[in-house]
Nanobody, 124 residues
Framework: QVQLVESGGGLVQAGDSHRLSCAAS????????MGWFRQSPGKEREFVAA????????YYPDSVKGRFTISRDNSKNTVALQMNNLKPEDTAVYYC?????????????????WGQGTQVTVSS
């Protein structure tokens, strides 16, 4: 059974940078693409970032492109999300996810394993 455990959530100021981490266990980490989604109250779950198995390819929606960077370390079974120039609208619970071997990087149904989530709150 694969497990994903996020860490690094907290309260930050608008314009600040912040980093989330995710530790994976239970299956061959380097065999799966990884990603991050977020959800805030009253809103649909939103794709934030994804990274291919090798780490060569990354994917972002326009809402975070240029501000967020996803990375992975296959030797440590970890994936990180570096968030710069944070905005109040980035406030959400952030989920680390592991992708199935099929499906679009951008849709939540393509991911079969989810962490418990970590809250990020950006104050203005």
């Amino acid at each position: 059974q694969v497990q994903l455990v996020e860490s690094g959530g907290g309260l930050v100021q608008a314009g600040d940078s912040h980093r989330l981490s995710c530790a994976a266990s239970g299956r061959s980490f380097s065999s799966y693409a990884m990603g991050w989604f977020r959800q805030s109250p009253g809103k649909e779950r939103e794709f934030v970032a994804a990274i291919s198995r090798s780490g060569i390819s990354t994917y972002y929606p326009d809402s975070v492109k240029g501000r967020f960077t996803i990375s992975r370390d296959n030797s440590k079974n970890t994936v990180a999300l570096q968030m710069n120039n944070l905005k109040p609208e980035d406030t959400a619970v952030y989920y680390c996810v592991s992708k199935r071997t099929w499906g679009s990087y951008y849709t939540d149904t393509s991911y079969d394993v989810w962490g418990q989530g970590t809250q990020v709150t950006v104050s203005s």
